[in-house]
């Protein structure tokens, strides 16, 4: 029999370079595989060496992948996600399935998804990354989560979309504001000022584009970089806002909640699960595309 020849790699190769894309910082990723600062990154420079391709390179924010090591982490991802797979069946036990969600998305649209997983898999652990749409979907990218739930135009080259609905934008007020009893025009919004979200935020981009196109304008009172301190601001009465429905559809049943203002069209927001390119949803998502679009209309 012919002798396998097997690349010079190890878990532990494996184990730093992920935890050096996740972290993005050297030290952080040293204590997780339990190395010295030293010794890491002479381990690193060793992959790197023996790869003959530079897996990251140095910014004033960390460590960044380079195009050579997203490939490489997103396999080593599988190799590990494999190894700890062919552990667990010898314990009898299941691997985790990890999952990615945009933040708002984690507290509307993923909760339904979760609660049919675990009605069909109780036995398995789940893990939730939260952060921002692009990070998420950088992460399914880079193989740290399997399904991602994004808006959609955030999807990257190395994704695959299921496009699931869209989540509609609304005009809020906090409950006795005049415009709930008349809306206002267009043109009247620039009179009251609006709780904002960050334009640092992905939904902050959404909406200034929206306003860009739309021709409105209005004056800022409190500027947050968080959508739930946005609706909090609305609801103790500091001014109305634009926010996505499912946000407020949650919290409707809160008598301070605030009420959508009718008589005006906001662009709508594109969901979508995503997946790393050339992969299938995995057995245990299967289902999902179909669940969030018979979820979305139901609640925009």
Known sequence: MEVLKLPDLDLKDMVLATALADSRHLGAAARHVGLSVSAASHRLAQLEGRLGVPLFHRTPAGMELTGPGTRFVAEARRALDAAEAAAASVRGEHPVIRVGSAWLMATTWLPPLLA???????????????????????????????????????????????????????????????????????????????????????????????????????????????????????????????????LVNRRAAAEVAPVAVSGLVWPRRPLALVIRAGDALPPWAAAWPALLRSLVPRQG
């Open 116 to 246: 049919a997983l675990a009605h069909a898999h109780a036995d398995q652990m789940v893990e939730v990354a939260t952060g921002r749409s692009r990070e998420v979907a950088r992460w399914v990218e880079d193989g740290r989560v399997r399904v991602g739930l994004v808006r959609a135009t955030e999807a990257r080259p190395g994704v695959r979309a299921f496009v699931v609905g869209a989540d509609p934008v609304v005009l809020v007020a906090p409950v006795g504001h005049p415009w709930l009893r008349e809306a206002p025009l267009p043109e009247q919004l620039d009179r009251v000022p609006f709780v904002d979200v960050s334009r640092d935020t992905g939904f902050g981009q959404f909406v200034a584009a929206a306003q860009r196109d739309l021709g409105i304008h209005w004056p800022t009172a409190v500027r947050v970089d968080h959508l739930e301190a946005a609706l909090a601001l609305v609801e103790a009465g500091v001014g109305p806002a634009v926010l996505p429905f499912s």
